[in-house]
């Protein structure tokens, strides 16, 4: 869908100078530009790692980082659904923190289905939560999923009674995320199948327009006959699944779980994925594909960092600028297209 | 644009007109520093200028008052006046002397705006007061104004008439870029017609008239500003019913649509006029009152079931509440109706494309590919993307609010021939506008309203322009 040329078959009509066809040739190569912005860095960063490293493209190396990044990459995912609906979800690290913690209790001492299925919907009735307050209220979502935060990390807090949750290696539960399928762990295949879902959801579903308009201009999208305010909770409660299933990912990894996990940190770098892989911050325009890119450059990013051996302190500020440049450029193209 | 020389003459009034995309608005935005020019030269009195930015232009003394309104919603009236040219000392802003010279100016002009409510808060015509008179509070030496009485009503237009022959008397200069040929032949000295870019003539105005700037901007004569009225069956079905209707800014109103007739609604603007068009749609808290549509009662307050159960509405401003400006034509035109290019959510794409193509060669818009972002298109050509968008929606009636507004004129009869031609197809029409001709031309029967309710329903020999500003200004008011 952001993909203009695509589909550009028809033509209809030329406008007598030939003008808006010069016009439509400028946005059109600079929308394939915000299209290449993030992959042409990620393909640069890719090879000055493969060869400055020597283990960087070792396959244990390379499924390793998606393996890590597994939960960051579905909770951007879904993420990038809420932004460009028009909305912003700050409170996934601590839904994420929340689901483990529950996942971690159920599976300590039930079935391990019951443990995953209880993350995933904690995560969704956070979400619904979130949803619900930011449209039947009509309070800022940046606001409400701020507040939201504290409020989920208090409960954590509670469900632990801020103890270290730790299981053992026993169950279905380990399965869950590192049974292995062709040498790749379950957790890598499932967040691809779930990048893909929400990548196609965007791009292809009448609901992924909906969003699309939704963000844009709520206002026209309503008067349009969109259901703004059911698709802005759709995207909520969606984010909010995605950090329940993120969560039940990581604990199976690591098998353990507590309460601070997650957090804001993780909220910011999944937020810092969406925005490097261009999808703006003002709604209305985005892409799931492109956010998961994001999500590996800034992995890439600190993988590099780690077997460079540079000092891990640089590493942040190499982030923060990177995600100035991504910002900045988004809104020199946004002036640029006035 | 290209190779076009024009002289403008201080304490007078130059108009630039043309259809939609002849570059009059490139024009006044080379003369007010927005773009600078690929070649030739811009000279204020014996100084050569080369404007870089609108700061530019400024410190020049040339002011814009632009189409869009430039306001900032979250400061005051006063404040925005004078926004960049405060009354202050070390920073420190004088709030007293600011109302004063506010009010003096606001006197001098004939608005009647407080200075201490909220920009925001304003009707669009109120905005837009608040950017001329920040242009006026410049004591500006050449004024450029882009449509600047689109959204206004005729008083208000009045008003700002004589506002710009004033200034025209305190010797500035006036560059009016306008749609509206009885405006620009009342008010010009001198007339230039663009066409595709290029100078077709600068005439004095009192050499012109209606059809010879018609001619000119057209390159042809235009033989009827109109189509031609089908009769109205009186006997016709019933589409749309609506009865004693109550809800913000709509008090107790109640009117009856037919198929194949064009219902006129007039008034001034703030009448209640949008509004009724919106407590009809739904989208607005309803207190009291039906709406039947065909056997259907709408309730409740959403537009997605009235636009399922066949009522459509082009809202009133098309950029604000009509169109995802960055989004394609095609994402645009389909949005209401992408049920019928699905299957299960899924959008099947040739068969969208084919559907949108239709509905666009049916509207008669011009793009050069689906696939250009609505904002690439002139004003006359997003218009008709909202009516593509609601002949998609296939409606049983429709309610188009300012159909016209910044519209070119070549476009302006296209969407009318439309309008005739939707009514003929069966389709109930109401049209909303503040072009009292354009109520009168197209419509079989006229509501006119005031504080809200309906004042007045005129039709056959009634329905003439004295007896519509009668009811729109009239004192006492029946249901």
Known sequence: ?338 | MSDVSLTIEAGRVHALIGENGAGKSTLGKIISGVIEPDEGTLTLGARHLVLRSPREALANGIVTIAQETAIVPGLTVAENVYLGSEVATMGFVHRREARRRFRALAGHVGFDLSPDDLAGNLATADKQKVDIMRALSRNASIVVMDEPTAALSSDETAALHKTIRSLARRGSAVVLISHFLSEVLSLSDSITTLRDGRLIRTVDAKSATEESLIEGMLGRSLTAAFPVKAPADVAAPVLLEVEHLSAPGVVDCSLVLRRGEILGISGLVGAGRSELARAIFRDAKVSAGRVRLGDAELAGHSPHRSIQRGLALIPESRKDMGLLMGRSVRENVSLSRLDLVSRLGWIAAIRERRAVSKVLEKTNVKAASMALPAMMLSGGNQQKLLFARSVMCSPSVLIADEPTRGVDVGSKRAIYDLLVEMAHDGMGIIVISSELEEVLGLAHRVLVMRHGRISAELSGEDMNQQAVLAAAFAENVAG
């Not at chain 1, 790749?184 to 308009?213: D, N």
Request: charged share 10%; glycine share 12%; net charge positive.
């Open chain 1, 1 to 338: 869908m952001n993909n203009p040329s695509a589909d550009d078959v028809d033509v209809l009509e030329e406008d007598g100078l030939g003008r808006v066809g010069l016009r439509a040739g400028a946005s059109k190569l600079m929308q394939s530009w915000r299209m290449a912005g993030i992959f042409i860095p990620f393909a640069i960063l890719f090879v000055i790692l493969s060869i400055t490293s020597q283990p960087f493209l070792h396959t244990t190396n390379l499924i390793n980082i998606l393996d890590q990044q597994a939960a960051t990459l579905c909770i951007a995912a879904a993420g990038t659904l809420v932004l460009v609906a028009g909305g912003i979800d700050l409170s996934v690290g601590a839904t994420y923190g929340l689901a483990t913690v529950v996942a971690g209790e159920i599976a300590a001492h039930h079935s391990p289905v019951l443990a995953i299925a209880a993350a995933i919907l904690t995560g969704l009735v956070v979400g619904l939560v979130n949803g619900l307050i930011v449209t039947v209220f009509r309070i800022n979502a940046l606001i409400t999923t701020l507040a939201m935060s504290f409020v989920i990390g208090g409960v954590a807090l509670k469900v632990t009674s801020g103890n270290l949750i730790v299981l053992s290696q026993n169950s279905g539960f380990y399965r869950f995320a590192n049974a292995q399928f062709l040498t790749i762990p379950s957790a890598v295949w499932m967040t691809l199948v779930f990048v893909v879902v929400l990548g196609l959801l965007l791009s292809r579903t009448t609901f992924g327009r909906y969003m699309v308009a939704s963000g844009g201009n709520a206002e026209a999208a309503r008067l349009a006959g969109v259901r703004v305010n059911l698709i802005k909770v759709v995207t909520f409660t969606l984010s909010g699944g995605a950090a329940g299933l993120g969560g039940a990912i990581d604990i199976s990894r690591l098998l353990s779980a507590q309460a601070a996990s997650g957090g804001s940190a993780l909220s910011f770098t999944v937020l810092a994925g969406i925005v490097v892989g261009g999808t703006s911050i003002a709604g209305g325009q985005g892409s799931v594909w492109r956010t998961g890119i994001g999500v590996l450059f800034i992995a890439l990013i600190g993988n590099g960092f780690n077997l460079l051996g540079i000092d891990p302190l640089y590493q942040q500020i190499v982030l923060g600028l990177i995600l100035l440049i991504a910002v900045g450029l988004d809104s020199w193209v946004r002036l640029r297209r006035r």
